[in-house]
């Protein structure tokens, strides 16, 4: 049986993974956890862990016989601009604390399973914009971005050196309407949506062209899981796959919202994001995904659009441009 700790659990992807673990595996057997407490999110525990405290972590994991640790809890391209520093070491060490807590546990015969996300921000300038290539040039300009490519050599590194199971996706822009974006150069695609509900303009801060590549949250769901529910032998890329959802732009992502509320108006007024956003691919190559685990999109724009806004709710309060 599979004891299941979700770090980060009240960011836009824990909260609804620990609803879909829960569902899964019994509220029992997951163990919500973030820096503060919020809600259950369908688990019956929570615990407040800072991942930064080693001990606190081991603790946790020790109380609980946790065999699955997702660790989720991060600072996103945009807010980690703002602070760096706090950026690279939340990321960075948050991610060493959970591989070195797998290593102990492993080397005691008490294995730890790891999720981590990595993301489209692991490329940069002169990675290939379209299509984007498993294994390419990686060269991210966002400290963020920079962190994940060094969380995805660490990643390798740990199951190469000590065979530690750890999994990673690199995630396109997430897009949701359950929890309020945090932060993301791709969360225009959320806020887009509240503004569009509550009948007002909506000023976007990416120019009209940028593409680029996103996902609906129940396919980042399935994603995730499948990956990790994959037999490990069936696993050739331990750094993290590419897994592509749909790819469009804010002026393609517009239209299809005045589809169905004609009404509907955007101004462009790019600002520091954009610099960030024509960085990043426009479509990903997500082939190794479909052969190693059998991943397959299945959202598209239209469903994705209908979707969110019979189920954002406005009175969410406000969101970040
Ligand atoms: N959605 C994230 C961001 O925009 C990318 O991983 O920061």
Redesign the pocket.
Known sequence: MERILVIGANGQIGSELVEALAAQHGADNVIAADISQSSLYGAKVYQVIDVLNTARLAEVVEQYHVTQVYQLAAL???TGEQAPLKAWTLNMDGLLNILELARIRGAAGKPLKVFWPS???AFGPNTPAVNTPQYTVMDPSTI?GISKLAGERLCEYYFQKYGVDVRSIR?P??ISYKSPPGG????YAIAIFHSALRGERYECFLDAETTLPMIYMPDAIRATISLMEAPAGKLSIRSSYNVAGLSFNPRELALAIKQNLPDFDIHYAPDSRQAIAATWPQSLDDSSASKDWGWQAQIGLEQLVSDMLKNVKISDGALAA
């Open positions: 996103l391209s945009a993301s489209i921000a963020y995630y822009g997430i993301g150069t791709t969360d």
